[in-house]
């Protein structure tokens, strides 16, 4: 049998190849998507409380991995290791909590009408295809898998290419609990649009363009699809906010996992009494921020991911000087082995730049000016995307009614955009449709079905 070498292990700190795996044939990915949809039966048919208490044993089990696991990440995508086991903790506290929450969300629900009696049930809808990114592959992968599995779905996930070893660690921890209703498709994405059509829902996250393609392939098979795409967040910076506040968060946001997270703030956009004081004051906490491989227990900048990841990003600094932006921190490509990039600042990026159209997905921020409150406000939603929104004032009112203004999933007011477990995460425009988290996210991939007797 010839197999194409689809899943590459890199790592970014040196750009030494060390791992391929081979892609699965066609036959093969129908062979395992009949399994799943047969464990899926069974799966669903234990009932809520076995599949929290399954929850559980894998929140455990992830746990005693971690050290395991977080190696495993920090290796592929070239995050520091402590970061990697943040990640970790992060998806045992989703675990724990879909196991608290889901039982309740997912009790049927008496309603009252007309009828002698009318219920809401929630069903799973089957098999769920999830098609997912590189830059977190556990965090993102149990972000959609656990609400989708405690709701009684079996899911198929389709890794990136370059996280293999992640994500077949993270497989063999799933089994090793006794969940058998997930499993990893090793698919090219030739085979991505019979995997569509096989199974019974689609939830992707990565760049909106694929998205696009994604959506048409399930649209196509009438298939339900949750969209987690690209984002361009606003930091509203206004003349009344605690300016050392507004640039410690914008610097950690923009430069944290080396950029590389769709919802960092990326376009820092400042009002005029208070941009001196803000660039300033960002300028002095980027310059702290030292390039350096995942274990240099000194560096606070990893390596990009991917060398064409860095390539791209240079090609869009370079753009922006091209085009009037001042470059005031960085923009270079460091000599050397890894796919570094330092810590970038660009200051009066106008339209006519890529980066203010854009995602950037890398430690380079942009400087947006307005001329007054207002003229923010429109900066802040002159973009195709609409994940998240940050806005700095002391006055909580005017925070209050900007944060109304703005088109995002999630607007934060004196704080960065997060992904907090209890609410729903998600965007509208290009950044996508449908939510995670919380009880949105659980109800996501489910029939709500309706029972009526006269």
């Not at 973009?383 to 209050?400: D, P």
């Not at 939510?435 to 029939?447: A, K, T, W």
Request: glycine share 6%.
């Amino acid at each position: 049998m010839s197999f194409i070498r689809a899943f590459t292990s890199c790592n970014p700190g040196t750009g030494e190849i060390y791992f391929t795996r081979p892609s699965w044939s066609e036959a093969e990915l129908l062979a395992r998507i009949a399994s799943l949809k047969h464990f899926q039966k069974g799966w669903s048919e234990s009932g809520i409380d076995a599949r929290s208490d399954a929850l559980k044993r894998l929140a455990s089990a992830l746990s005693a991995a971690k050290n395991q696991l977080a190696g495993k990440i920090s290796q592929e995508v070239g995050r520091r290791t402590l970061e990697c086991k943040s990640e970790i903790d992060r998806s045992i506290d989703l675990l724990h909590y879909y196991a608290r929450s889901a039982p309740m969300t997912l009790m049927p629900k008496k309603v009252k009408t007309e009828a002698t009696r009318s219920e809401l049930f929630f069903e799973p809808l089957g098999l769920v295809l999830a098609i997912m990114p590189w830059n977190y592959p556990v965090w993102q992968v149990l972000r959609f898998a656990v609400p989708a599995l405690v709701a009684g779905n079996a899911c198929l996930v389709k890794p990136a290419p370059s996280v293999p070893q992640s994500t077949a660690l993270l497989l063999d921890i799933v089994h090793s609990t006794g969940i058998q209703a997930m499993d990893v498709a090793w698919i090219n994405e030739e085979h991505v649009e019979e995997a569509i059509r096989a199974a019974d829902a689609v939830a992707f996250t990565g760049s909106t363009d694929v998205g696009r393609i994604v959506a048409a392939a399930a649209g196509k098979h009438i298939k339900k699809t949750v969209l987690e795409l690209g984002g361009s967040n606003p930091l509203v910076v206004l003349k009344d906010a605690d300016i050392h506040v507004a640039a410690r968060d914008a610097c950690y946001s923009r430069f944290r996992d080396a950029g590389q997270s769709c919802n960092a703030v990326k376009r820092m956009i400042v009002v005029p009494e208070i941009a001196e004081a803000f660039i300033a004051e960002l300028i002095a906490e980027a310059s702290k921020l030292k390039m350096g491989i995942q274990d240099d227990p000194n560096a606070s900048l990893p390596p990009l991911a991917r060398a064409d990841l860095r390539e791209t990003l240079h090609a869009q600094v370079l753009d922006a000087t091209t085009h009037g932006a001042k470059l005031l921190l960085g923009g270079f490509m460091p000599e050397g082995p890894g796919f570094f990039y330092p810590a970038t600042i660009l200051d009066t990026v106008t339209p006519a730049c890529r980066v203010y159209h854009e995602e950037i997905f890398g430690p380079v921020a942009s400087i947006l000016r307005a001329d007054n409150e207002q003229d923010a406000i429109r900066m802040a939603n002159d973009t195709v995307f609409g994940l998240g929104a940050s806005i700095y004032t002391r006055n909580r009112e005017k925070g209050w009614a900007i944060a109304k203004q703005i088109d995002a999933g999630s607007v934060f007011i004196n704080r960065h955009p997060i992904s907090d477990l209890r609410l729903p995460f998600g965007g509208i425009k290009a950044s996508g449709y449908g939510r995670e988290l919380s009880e949105f996210g659980l109800l996501e991939f489910v029939n709500v079905k309706t029972f009526w007797q006269k």
